[in-house]
């Protein structure tokens, strides 16, 4: 039967999920350069624009800082519960 045996593709999908974020951020990133030096760009962009918007509106700016924050303590909240739950 074609289901009872194993895959080559099986063993490298274990060895990938037994890969750390970090690790799996490096092995990406060694894939495919340019989309991470695209990550980077929109990176900066996104820094620049909010540097741009403080000096013009900071109120706005303002709230738009706090709700970056806030979406990543409950980003990073969410990893850490996800991480002990699951291990």
Known sequence: MAGSEPSADDDRDDAFA????KERIAVATAQDPSKAIVVILLGLFALTFLVALSL?????AGFFLLGTLLLTVLAVGGYLILTRLGG
């Open 56 to 60: 013009v509106y900071p109120t706005v």
């Open 18 to 21: 037994a890969l750390t974020l």
